[in-house]
Nanobody, 124 residues
Framework: QVQLVESGGGLVQVGDSLRLSCAAS????????MGWFRQTPGKEREFVAT????????YYADSVKGRFTISRDNAKNTVYLQMDSLKPEDTAVYYC?????????????????WGQGTQVTVSS
């Protein structure tokens, strides 16, 4: 069982940066692939980024590639999402997810555990 708690969301201006954190409970955090998704009202949850536990390889949605960076600190049981050059279309609730066996990283069904989400609002 893994419990995830996101933090770091808030209201920022266009072009600003924000770093989200996701603290995980559980002794086997290092063996979970960690992902970030986001969702806006009336839309499906959208893939943002993933980092595989086995080789730390990363994958990003085209919409955030070059602006967002996913990282993890296994000693702190925490995964981060560094978001730079934020745009109004990045406004969403951001969710952290953990998967024990993630075959397709951009599918929400690939993940076993989810956090409660943190709101990010980018104002123009």
């Amino acid at each position: 069982q893994v419990q995830l708690v996101e933090s770091g969301g808030g209201l920022v201006q266009v072009g600003d940066s924000l770093r989200l954190s996701c603290a995980a409970s559980g002794r086997t955090f290092s063996r979970y692939t960690m992902g970030w998704f986001r969702q806006t009202p009336g839309k499906e949850r959208e893939f943002v980024a993933t980092m595989y536990w086995i080789d730390s390889s990363t994958y990003y949605a085209d919409s955030v590639k070059g602006r967002f960076t996913i990282s993890r600190d296994n000693a702190k049981n925490t995964v981060y999402l560094q978001m730079d050059s934020l745009k109004p279309e990045d406004t969403a609730v951001y969710y952290c997810a953990a998967g024990g066996r993630v075959i397709v990283p951009d599918r929400s069904l690939s993940y076993d555990y989810w956090g409660q989400g943190t709101q990010v609002t980018v104002s123009s």
